[in-house]
Structures are given as structure tokens and as C-alpha cells.
């Protein structure tokens, strides 16, 4: 089995590298592409997203109530989120491709980080990129 690697870039769906491995199997004409485990599940997430939205940008008043009331009193809109939608802090940052210790300091300061993670914490918690901004971030970008 010949294999061969190459890093390909899907703005348009993904906006993020993905790391793809083609494989060549002996007697067959096609090639198999083996991804990582985190990246397929994010881009299932991708999917999920698009699904649920039916293509649609979602909007900030479809966020869930208990989110947006821990929000209000002051805990970081990752952290919200993230509970809301029921999951553990190192589930989120594998699907997002964190470490743990770098999701954890984004929800206890209320640091965003890059435009590349916010999509990918949007995508993974299937709500806006604006809904992941503190509010002194919001007002610098709105």
C-alpha cells in the first residue's frame, strides 16, 4: 500500500487545514483518505450545523435561555455555551482541536482567541461567532 500526505484547505465549508492521508490499495483504482479522528468529528459538527440551521445563519436570539442568563451574570460565553449544550470542557476542546488548558484559560479570562478557533467553537456549539464574544470584544468588532 503506497500512501501520500498533503494538507488541503476548505474555506468555503471548513476554513480550517485539514489533514488528509491518501492511501493507494493494491488492486483497487480509487484511493482511501484517512483524516484524523478530531477533524472528521468536526467536520461532522460542520454538518450537524448546516443540517440543524437548514443553511441559515443562525442568530443570537436562538441561544439557549440558561446560556444567555450565565452570560448576563457575568461567566464567559465559552463556558455558558458550552454547559448549555452539555458538554465537558475536554470533549469541546478535543472537537475544536484545543488543549484542554487553553479552553479552560479562554473561559476564565474571556479571551476569544483566534477568528479560526471562534469558528470552530461556533461550528461545535452550533451557534454564531458573535455569541462567543465577551462583551467588550463585541463592541470592538461591532
Excluded: C
Amino acid at each position: 500500500m503506497g500512501t501520500e500526505s498533503r494538507s488541503l484547505k476548505n474555506v468555503e465549508d471548513l476554513a480550517f487545514a485539514v489533514n488528509v492521508q491518501f492511501v493507494r490499495v493494491p488492486g483497487r483504482h480509487e484511493r482511501l483518505a484517512v483524516i484524523p479522528e478530531r477533524e472528521y468529528e468536526l467536520m461532522l459538527s460542520v454538518l450537524r450545523h448546516k443540517q440543524a440551521s437548514n443553511w441559515r445563519e443562525l442568530s443570537s436570539d436562538q441561544l439557549p435561555e440558561e446560556a444567555v442568563a450565565a452570560i448576563r451574570r457575568g461567566e464567559s460565553p465559552v463556558r455558558a455555551l458550552r454547559k448549555a449544550k452539555g458538554l465537558k470542557a475536554a470533549e469541546l476542546a478535543r472537537l475544536v482541536g484545543l488543549t484542554p488548558s487553553m479552553l479552560s484559560q479562554m473561559e476564565t479570562t474571556g479571551r476569544s482567541g483566534s477568528v479560526t478557533t471562534l469558528y470552530r467553537l461556533s461550528l461545535a456549539l452550533n451557534v454564531p461567532m458573535e455569541a462567543l464574544l465577551s462583551g467588550s470584544e463585541a463592541e470592538r468588532v461591532g
